[in-house]
């Protein structure tokens, strides 16, 4: 930080919800006490520091559709526990010490380019490379688990934009993006519309189902909206189109448009 005058800072270090959920302990030290270090560090320098929140920052007890920025957050995930901290350690600092702390609760973020780092929300990124591969999948959630999604230009723009917005326009410090919620029967038909053949089975993983089954099914992200002219450019159509372009479906998907 200081060798390179950093002054803008995006945290990103995690384990994701399921990974976390089969090693609290090391959940703990990367989640809890590594944040803990990124904000002394932050706070000391004076930084502009970002922290990607989730919706894994909801429970069970939490308003599931839509769920608004403020409302019950209890999650029964060490993942969830871990970004509410973040989302109150982070704005407990703004308030106390100044702290330009900026964080956004991201949906499901979808991806050509890397694999799924263990999430609950990772058979939507695998389900593409499947389908392109041998037009079959094992989906690990049940057929009508809808959940929120997002295509990951969208997730950068709202990081980019949040992050060099006017203090002024920032009426909150913690806002909850959207850009689409879809279920994985409804994934499967839009996929189905370029690749006829594709047959997917459903084994549901009882640890990723309960957490998702706990999880917003759609997020109302309103303030960001108004606060700093949050808009999402992409939808389930062209999300899919996107990703089978993307990870190299593009004769299969021209034949079939
Ligand atoms: N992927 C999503 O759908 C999603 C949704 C909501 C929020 N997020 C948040 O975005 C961030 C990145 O998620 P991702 O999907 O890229 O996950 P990922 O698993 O692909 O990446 C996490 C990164 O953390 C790093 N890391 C783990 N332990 C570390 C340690 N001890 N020290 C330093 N680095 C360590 C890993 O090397 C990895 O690069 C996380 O904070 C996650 O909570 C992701």
């Known amino acids: ?20 959920e089969a090693n609290v302990p090391l959940a703990r030290a990367v989640n809890i006490t590594g944040f ?5 560090i932050a706070a000391e320098h004076n930084l502009r520091l970002f922290v990607p ?15 608004p920025d ?11 526990v871990s970004k509410v901290h973040a989302e109150l350690m982070g704005e407990y600092y703004h308030y106390k010490y100044g ?8 949906p499901g973020i979808i991806s050509a380019d890397s694999q799924p780092g263990g999430g609950t929300t990772d058979y939507a990124v695998q389900i593409f490379h499947d389908a392109i591969k041998s037009s079959k999948f094992q989906c690990n959630l049940k057929p009508d688990t809808r959940l929120p999604m997002m295509y990951i230009d969208d997730c950068l723009k709202a990081t980019l934009d949040v992050m060099e917005a006017p203090t002024t326009s920032l009426s909150m410090r913690t806002y909850n993006i959207s850009a689409m919620s879809f279920s994985p029967e409804e994934l499967v038909q839009e996929i189905k519309k370029h690749i006829p053949e594709f047959q997917v089975t ?11 089954d706990s999880w917003p099914m759609k997020f109302d992200d309103s303030n960001a909206r108004r606060d700093w002219g949050w808009k999402h ?6 999300l899919v189109t996107t ?6 479906s593009d004769s299969r998907v021209a034949q079939t448009n």
Not at 53 to 66: D, K, Q
């Open 202 to 212: 459903y084994n549901v993983d009882p640890v990723r189902q309960a957490i998702a």
């Open 1 to 20: 930080v200081v060798n390179n005058r950093i002054t803008w800072l995006f945290h990103y270090s995690a384990l994701l919800s399921a990974v976390a």
């Open 70 to 80: 403020l409302c019950i957050q209890r999650p029964r995930t060490i993942y969830g």
């Open 233 to 238: 450019d992409m939808d389930l159509s062209e």
């Open 243 to 248: 990703m089978l372009n993307a990870i190299g």
């Open 36 to 40: 803990h270090n990124i904000l002394d």
């Open 99 to 106: 702290l330009d702390f900026r964080c956004l609760r991201y």
């Open 53 to 67: 929140s989730t919706i894994g920052a909801f429970g069970p007890t939490s308003p599931r559709n839509p769920t």
